[in-house]
């Protein structure tokens, strides 16, 4: 089936089932380079969570965090 054609009957589905296509089409992406790219995250994540418990590094509120970074790049 042609690509254009394909496109339009998924866009064409109900919203449910387009969700169902997505994580369908999402899930069959996921191979072994975003397995190691979500380990490599878990292990920064706990990183800084061990850093946090050893009060090396303070929280933040998260509001406050994207505010800061939207004045910094908003130039």
């Known amino acids: 089936m042609d690509e254009a054609i394909l496109g339009k009957k998924a866009l ?10 997505a994580d369908a089409l999402l899930v069959s992406l996921d ?5 190691a790219i979500e380990a490599e995250w878990v292990e920064e ?3 800084r969570y061990g ?7 303070e ?3 998260g509001k406050a965090v994207v505010q800061s970074i939207k004045e910094k790049y908003q130039k």
């Open 31 to 35: 191979d072994e380079a975003t397995k």
């Open 59 to 61: 929280a933040r509120d």
């Open 45 to 47: 994540a706990e990183s």
């Open 51 to 57: 850093a946090y418990q050893d009060q090396k590094i």
């Open 12 to 21: 064409n589905l109900p919203a449910k089932d387009r969700a169902l296509l």
